[in-house]
Structure formats: C-alpha cells, structure tokens
C-alpha cells in the first residue's frame, strides 16, 4: 500500500470527481459545491496529476469522462457514502434537515404521486430540497452515478428489467392495463361487448419506448400468438399518447390508475384487453448503498406511506 501516494489524494478530490461525473460541467460542479469554478478546476488538474490521467475531456462543446474516470465512479461513490455514514448522526431530524433529495420518475407517474409525495415531505421536512427530475432525462445511470437518490416507474413484473447487482427493486402498488381510445371511436360504443383480439389489433397503436425496461409481457404473448400490433407513433410518456388519443383513432395501452387520474385521459374511453398481459406494477428503485444513509432511509419511508394512503 503507497501510504505517501494514498495522502495525496483527500476527500475534496473524490467529491469533486463524484459531482464532476454527475454535471460533465466545471461551471455546474462549482454550483453544487459552492466553490468557484477556478477552485473546482484546480482540485481537477490536483487529482489528474495524482492519478495520471485527464479524467475529462472536450469534445466540441461538451466535457466528456475518460474511461478511467467512468471507471472509478462506483467506487468514489461508495467511499462517499461510507464517509457520510461516519459522520451522519444515527437519529434523522427532519424538521432541522437541509438536504437536498433527488428522484426520477416517468412523467406519467407525476399525476400519481408527485404532487402528494411533495406536500407531504415537505409539510415533515420544509428546510429541504426535492429535484424531481424526468426518467428519460436520468435513467438508471444515475442511481449508479450517485447523482439520483430513487426512481419510480411503472413496469411489467413478468417481463423484469435485466438484474443489476447494484440496484434495488420494491413494489409499490400493482395495477391493471386497459385500452384507451378516443369517444368517437368505432370500438368505443356504449353498450357493445368486449373488445375481440381481432377488433385490437386491427387498428393503428400508439406505443411507449423506454430504453431502461425489456419488450413488455403482453407483446411476448402476442408474438406467440403470432400476432403483432401496428406501432403506428412512438412516443416517451403516457400523457403525450392520450393526447394522440384525443385527435386520431389510435388504441393506447396504458395502466388502468393512470387512465383514471391524468388529467390528459379524461374524456378517452377505456376498455379490457382481450389477452393476458401479464402482472403490471408501479415500483421503487434505489440503489443498494442508500438505505445506510439516514436521510434517505427516511424519504424511503415517505414513500412508502405516500403509496399505502394513495
């Protein structure tokens, strides 16, 4: 062990590298220290000259991370979290706590639990910070990064995500899927029976891309079917498609809570799917080392109660 080498490295050099990961910006990484951007810049050129390596670079306009750096990244963000846990005192205080708390969640999930999640943790807590950000824009990426604290999204449980060791998933609450169509619809007459397989996939569908999440259980047992739907648009969340909805003759499959509480689905009609889709759920994701912080243990906790009361 290079003791000598070890000493020259100090915990302002990892945090700088932690949060210069998270931004890609000196300017931005300076914010959120609340350090000049010159201070940030010589803590950099600090631990490039300790570690040999550029940790960043330009191309063109934008900071890009050197492999080395991407590589160390875990590892600092653990060494972070240990630290806080050193000096985190055992017992949480809300009402005296500053922090600032990060979460992503589709946007489709604000309607849901955003608003009363933020009343209620900040009626507990009023001294701190929520960024809420949408999924798309941070993915799971960022949990691993240390620059997301949760992420809630709705999911198939019968066609998981890929395992990753160092992610965390729990079960929100679990939900139903239903076919969404506007009123004027010819499938969408009062009184008519339920939609037939055939009804379904003959018309032109609306589908949602998540690049994070595996092909959904419902297109699986479709193709063993045989079958296929027409993607006719593909768009990033489920208020985007219902607005598709209102203006054309597009079937949207989407969850039955969503479609009975967004704002942009009143007004569609919905219907049963006439095949099994699987289990659907709206589920919490974290990352493992988390739960040793005190303050997040307790906005884990909030989140829970804000879906057992929702």
Known sequence: MDLVK????????LIT?????????????????CLSPSSVSKTLSQLRSNLGDDLFYRHGNKLVATPLARRLGPSVQQMIYDMEQLLSPDQFDPSS??????????????????????????????NIRLDIST??????????????????????LSQPPAPR????????FQDEMVCLMNPDHSL????????????????????????????????MQLAQLQCRRKISISLPDFGSAALMCHHSALLFTCSRRWA?????????VNRALPFDYGEVAYSLVWHSAA??????????????????TG
């Not at 500053?98 to 604000?110: K, V």
Request: glycine letters at 6%; charged letters at 25%; hydrophobic letters at 45%.
């Open 291 to 308: 739960m040793k912080d005190p303050a997040q243990r307790w906005l884990y906790e909030q989140i829970l109660a804000c879906c057992e």
């Open 188 to 219: 969408a007459e009062r009184g008519r029976g339920e939609l037939s397989l055939d009804e379904y996939l003959s018309c032109g569908h609306i589908g949602i891309t998540d690049g994070d999440l595996n092909i959904p259980f419902f297109e």
């Open 17 to 33: 590298l932690h949060v210069m990961l998270d931004t890609l910006s000196v300017t931005a990484a300076a914010e959120r220290l």
């Open 165 to 172: 060791n160092e992610l965390v998933w729990k079960t929100l």
């Open 135 to 156: 999924k798309d824009s941070v993915g799971f990426d960022g949990l691993i990064a240390g620059s997301l604290d949760f992420i809630i999204l709705p999911h198939d």
């Open 6 to 13: 070890l000493s020259r490295i100090s915990m302002k050099h």
């Open 97 to 126: 706590c500053e922090t600032r708390f990060s979460l992503a969640m589709r946007e489709s999930t604000f309607e849901l639990l955003a608003a009363k999640l933020s009343a209620d943790v900040l009626a507990l807590a009023p």
């Open 260 to 268: 009975e509480m967004a704002l942009q689905a009143k007004g569609l």
